[in-house]
Nanobody, 123 residues
C-alpha cells in the first residue's frame, strides 16, 4: 500500500522557518522523483519544488527561490522541504507527491499524493 505522509506543518510568524517532511512507503522511493505542491484557500494547487531521484537536480517556483530548500534521504524514504523567511503568502496546505521518473517534474502528473499538512504564516 502506497503512502505519503507529510508532517511538520504549523503556525509560524512572518520571517520564521518550518521544515516539512514526507515519509514514503509502499514503493521503491529511489526510483521516483518527488515534488512539493501547495494550495491556498480559494486558489488552485501550485507547484513549489521538485527533486530528481538522487537529489542531483532540483527546481523551484520563482516565488520560493532562495527561501525554500528541497532535499531527500533515500535511505529513510523521506523528502524534506526547509522553508525559511516565511511570508503570509506562503500560507497553504502543502502536499508531497511522487512520480515514477528519474527526472524532476513541475506539472501535476504525479502518481501518488499525500494528504497534506497545513502551514499558516501570521504577521
Amino acid at each position: 500500500q502506497v503512502q505519503l505522509v507529510e508532517s511538520g506543518g504549523g503556525l509560524v510568524q512572518t520571517g520564521g522557518s518550518l521544515r516539512l517532511s514526507c515519509a514514503a512507503s509502499g514503493f521503491t522511493f529511489s526510483g521516483y522523483s518527488m515534488g512539493w505542491f501547495r494550495q491556498a484557500p480559494g486558489k488552485e494547487r501550485e507547484f513549489v519544488a521538485s527533486i530528481n531521484w538522487d537529489g542531483g537536480s532540483i527546481i523551484y517556483v520563482d516565488s520560493v527561490k532562495g527561501r525554500f530548500t528541497i532535499s531527500r534521504d533515500n535511505a529513510k524514504n523521506t523528502v524534506y522541504l526547509q522553508m525559511n523567511s516565511l511570508k503570509a503568502e506562503d500560507t497553504a496546505v502543502y502536499y508531497c507527491a511522487a512520480r515514477r521518473s528519474i527526472y524532476y517534474f513541475t506539472g501535476a502528473g504525479y502518481d501518488y499524493w499525500g494528504q497534506g499538512t497545513q502551514v499558516t504564516v501570521s504577521s
